[in-house]
């Protein structure tokens, strides 16, 4: 299990994150606090995998205590839940290791997203004993233009407001493999553990790039089943 530890100051933001995290599988909530004095003291007893940080904190700053784990080469990741936009937090935020920032408020689909993304390497961290390039560049995420234009994808300005470029290229890579068989957005999400209603945001994008062709398949009862294949 991943250990996370929460440090937010409101009560029920806290208490919404922490019913995200528990949703998916592989993480354990085991610190969930309201202040930095409060996570200084934890870690004391105890360090987390991962930590979920606020930035604004009455009379404190999560930046800082993010600077203050690098200095202190306390060994755990950060990822920033905030509702502080500016360009210079942001850049300071990765600048010390954070391995994402989610703008409040925020959907739970890129929560799950960012925590998925995050659990994905951790484990291939923990599997490997040497790790070879093309492993790294998967975990960084550093998709080149080539691969970019060869898809058709340009820029994340092409996709819709709310999609990842990172997530639309893990389920284009598992649609390839698929080859001329018809899929189901339940069926893509199963394989990748990811949630249906992400998968179909994405199916329903590459569908409108003409990457893909949709056939309805009828039942006895209910609503019909959308079927996708790639458009060859």
Request: charged share 35%; proline share 2%.
């Amino acid at each position: 299990m991943i250990k996370v530890m929460i440090i937010e100051d409101d009560p029920m933001v806290r208490d919404i994150n922490g019913k995200f995290l528990n949703k998916i599988e592989g993480f354990e909530l085991s610190s969930s606090v309201g202040s930095l004095k409060e996570a200084h003291e934890y870690l004391k007893q105890d360090k987390p995998d991962l930590i979920l940080l606020d930035i604004y904190i009455p009379r404190e700053n999560g930046l800082d205590f993010l600077k203050f784990l690098r200095k202190n080469e306390i060994y755990c990741d950060v990822i920033l839940i905030t509702a502080d936009k500016s360009k210079n937090s942001v850049k300071e935020a990765f600048m010390y290791g954070a391995v994402d920032y989610l703008i409040k408020p925020f959907t739970f689909e890129r929560f799950e997203e960012a925590i998925k993304t995050y659990k994905e390497r951790f484990i291939k961290l923990k599997s490997y004993e040497s790790i070879e390039q093309n492993i790294i560049d998967e975990m960084i995420n550093n998709m080149s233009h080539e691969e970019e234009e060869k898809e058709g994808l340009t820029s994340t300005e092409d996709l819709d407001k709310g999609l990842n470029k990172f997530t639309y290229f893990k389920i284009w890579d598992f649609l390839i493999s698929l080859k001329e068989e018809y899929f189901t957005a339940e069926e893509v999400a199963e394989r990748l553990g990811m949630a249906r209603i992400t998968v179909r945001r994405y199916l329903e994008h590459m569908s409108k790039e003409g990457k893909l062709v949709i056939k309805l398949e009828y039942g006895r009862v209910g609503r019909p089943k959308h079927m996708y294949k790639i458009n060859l």
